[in-house]
């Protein structure tokens, strides 16, 4: 049973496409986030939802819009993709509430734009 | 604002030998501070968290406030070590968790 899960593994497209990448927890948890770790391995957030409510959201390009449709999943969607947008893209979800709750990560994403 | 340097990019170090990465912090409040492992293209795990003052696969990491620090030792190198390493520290924001993550230290046991 894989406690976060995120598909593709793998994706490969062009720039200007549009993709998007699903997530699913099954943790029961309440909070869910998307990382983006970039080719320099720098781990950095993205996004955060609370009970489907967008809590946090970094400085990212919206071109990227995180959809949740329930406290189960949390989707990335891509727009117009560009070639800075290769990197491996991590979901993880926590139970919110307490600060030192662990987070629990997907196999991460990993998208090549070209 | 909240930061998390670790300042080696690569460790390497033998089998057998003495490991330490480093991490150090800059937080306002009181740190929660964790150890991530990626082994390679895998996912990140939790290694360790310094509330819970654990110790994992030989593992240990002591929050040093004087020094804002939490480094990572082991006494005994394995070659099943070799991974990514990321520090992080985490604070709430509404109830979602904000991990604020190291550069990562990418540690090389050489047998």
């Known amino acids: 049973d894989t406690a976060v899960s995120q598909t593709p593994k793998y994706l490969v497209t062009q720039m200007g496409n549009d993709k998007s990448i699903k997530c699913e927890q099954n943790?029961?948890?309440?909070?869910m986030y998307w990382y983006k770790q970039d080719s320099k391995k720098f781990l950095k957030i993205m996004f955060s939802?609370?009970?489907?409510?967008?809590?946090i959201n970094e400085t990212v390009p919206n071109r990227f819009s995180p959809k949740s449709p329930d406290k189960a999943h949390l989707n990335l969607h891509i727009n117009s993709l560009e070639l800075g947008d290769s990197a491996v893209y991590f979901c993880?979800?926590?139970?919110?509430?307490?600060?030192?709750?662990?987070?629990?990560f997907g196999e991460g994403s990993w998208l090549t734009v070209v | 604002a909240q930061r998390v340097t670790q300042p080696e990019k690569l460790l390497s170090v033998f089998k057998g030998a003495p490991v330490e990465l480093k991490c150090n912090y800059s937080?306002?409040?009181?740190?929660?501070l964790f150890w991530y492992v990626q082994y390679s293209r895998q996912r990140l795990q939790l290694l360790l968290r310094?509330?819970s003052r654990e110790s994992i696969k030989g593992f240990t990491a002591d929050l040093n406030k004087g020094e804002t620090s939490f480094h990572l030792k082991k006494p005994f190198a394995q070659e099943e070590d070799s991974a990514m390493y990321y520090c992080?520290?985490?604070?709430?924001?509404?109830?979602?968790?904000?991990?604020?993550f190291g550069q990562g230290t990418r540690l090389t046991i050489n047998p």
């Open positions: 943790l029961g948890h309440d909070t």
């Open positions: 310094h509330i």
């Open positions: 937080y306002s409040g009181s740190p929660e």
């Open positions: 939802y609370n009970n489907k409510e967008l809590i």
């Open positions: 993880a979800s926590s139970q919110s509430g307490v600060s030192g709750n662990t987070i629990y």
């Open positions: 992080a520290l985490t604070y709430l924001i509404q109830g979602a968790q904000k991990l604020v």
